[in-house]
């Protein structure tokens, strides 16, 4: 990348790997590589501006308030650094996009749909009723349109009445220390290794975590949430003083809200390795469980640590998800209600 002023060394910048080498890395190793640019990513003689994974983008030096040093190029060379880890989570799932015009996030909007929602005629009658970026370039299309965040619906492509995934969103009171929040999620693991379900966890990039269990495709969604509901409502009779299972804000006062909603037929959860339009653009990262010794809410994890995160690691913790499938048994939600 262009070098700051009075910098004489090569600045890094995390780009994918082939294919064939992303395969090969994949089954729990995944190292990114690096390799130094002379030039801001992309521009070449006499074309004004920054091309990100072939998609120019425009305005690319608007700075980003809400996270001092960055500006819009770097949202969409996050993206493509991380695209390794990041696109297998949205690349065959229906989407919804937190879009932030100008780089402006006081005034945001969730788009669900194609076509600009703000405009009567900006979705066509015989559109989709979702959205799907099934490349890396259509992803950093969306970012130069203005996307920052990316929200992934509970399915994959073609089964989209057979949810995959159960999602537990542990959403704490702003009054709820993480030494209190961390024995939170301990009650959660201690139920889910009770029921023998498998799990991993991600932050947010917010004040909350998600526990995610992956879904052999053969259940609806009545019966994902149904079994969403039935776990959050077991923690709040275990532990009342703790946990509340409503959304209610009034009634949240210095407990955890285990949000089971994410659950349903058409809700979506910010998809792992997604910035988050806040301060200092957080990243929902994937982690271990040893990861949770230190407080790793908010920007812990950010856009600018990521890449150098992920380059480093030896291991990927969310690296036996897909082989961890499993179905939702009748002697597990008998126990639920015991």
């Not at 690349?91 to 937190?98: C, F, H, K, M, S």
């Not at 704490?172 to 030494?179: L, M, N, S």
């Not at 004040?207 to 509901?229: C, I, N, Q, Y």
């Amino acid at each position: 990348m262009r070098s700051r002023d009075g910098d004489r060394r090569d600045n890094w910048l995390l780009i994918p790997r082939s294919d064939a080498e992303s395969k090969k890395t994949r089954k729990g190793n995944a190292p990114a590589l690096r390799t130094p640019l002379s030039r801001a990513a992309g521009e070449s003689k006499g074309v004004r501006g920054t091309t990100v994974a072939g998609v120019a983008i425009s305005n690319a030096a608007r700075p980003i308030a809400a996270a001092p040093g960055a500006v819009k190029a770097d949202l969409a060379r996050y993206y493509e650094a991380v695209a390794d880890w990041f696109m297998p989570q949205i690349a065959n799932r229906p989407l919804a996009l937190v879009k932030c015009p100008g780089g402006d996030f006081a005034h945001c909007f969730f788009q669900k749909h194609a076509g600009d929602p703000r405009r009567a005629s900006g979705r066509r009658a015989d559109d989709p009723p979702y959205m799907r970026l099934s490349t890396l370039r259509a992803a950093i299309e969306a970012v130069q349109n203005g996307a920052v965040e990316f929200h992934s619906w509970g399915v994959s492509f073609p089964n989209l009445d057979k949810p995959d995934r159960l999602i537990l969103d542990l959403d704490p009171d702003a009054d709820v220390t993480w030494a209190r929040f961390r024995e939170a999620a301990d009650h959660v693991r201690a139920l889910l290794d009770d029921l023998e379900l498998a799990w991993f966890i991600k932050t947010t990039g917010g004040k909350g975590l998600h526990f995610v269990m992956p879904l052999t495709r053969r259940h609806d969604w009545s019966e994902v949430k149904g079994f969403a509901e039935a776990l959050a409502r077991r923690l709040t009779r275990q532990h009342p003083d703790l946990f509340i299972a409503t959304a209610s804000k009034a009634q949240r006062k210095g407990l955890v809200f285990v949000d089971w909603l994410r659950n349903t037929d058409g809700a979506t959860a910010v998809a792992a390795y997604a910035l988050r339009a806040r301060a200092d653009l957080p990243v929902s990262m994937p982690i271990d469980w040893r990861e949770l010794a230190q407080d790793v809410r908010g920007a812990h994890f950010n856009w600018r640590n990521v890449p150098g995160i992920l380059a480093r690691r030896r291991t990927d913790p969310w690296a036996t998800y897909e082989a961890s499938r499993q179905r939702l048994t009748a002697a597990q939600r008998k126990a639920l209600q015991d």
